[in-house]
């Protein structure tokens, strides 16, 4: 028998986490069992979750990027070895430069997963449960911490050399507030 996961939590994509372990203890994800179902849901789900992974990544841009950047989407494409995967990437010129990754926000369901998850390039592994528009719209936190972790962790590869806003001498304070 499946029981269900009711919010519970005061911060939204906390739930996700909630959904994330009723669905390894029940054996589902949403309501799906089978791979087939669950692949459907990836698909919804990185329909739902593009325009907010394309808002984080643009924010990123915008602010420390100085708009200098490519924010940029695979649409959900099939691996080798059976696993579905969605990438949306941010890319600029020192990056390339720096011959490193773009900033990644990358939902997969790997071909052995129970479900799908979130990642970046140099970050990994978020649960992706995202059934509807509020929880996508909820996971937007989320998706800016990746899209902000992965960025300190190209940094840590390189330098500070590679972020714009840095080298212009921006103060921390958003560009809004100067």
Known sequence: MTTHVHPT???????ALLRHFADL????HGDAVTRPGKEEH????????????????G?????????????DATGVERAEDGSLFHAWTLWWDEQSSADIPPVTLYAHYGASFHHPHLRGATVSEW??????DAQAAAE?????????ADLHNLVFERDFRIVPATMAGASGIPAHQH
């Not at 649960?127 to 509807?132: A, T, Y």
């Open 9 to 15: 939590s005061q911060v939204p994509n906390l739930d």
């Open 25 to 28: 203890r029940d054996g589902v």
């Open 42 to 57: 990836f698909r919804t789900a990185t329909r739902l979750l593009d325009p907010y992974a394309r808002q984080a990544l």
């Open 59 to 71: 924010e990123l841009n915008d602010e420390l990027l100085l708009g200098q950047g490519v924010v």
């Open 127 to 132: 649960p992706l449960n995202v059934f509807d």
């Open 140 to 148: 937007l936190p989320t998706l800016r911490a990746i899209a902000a």
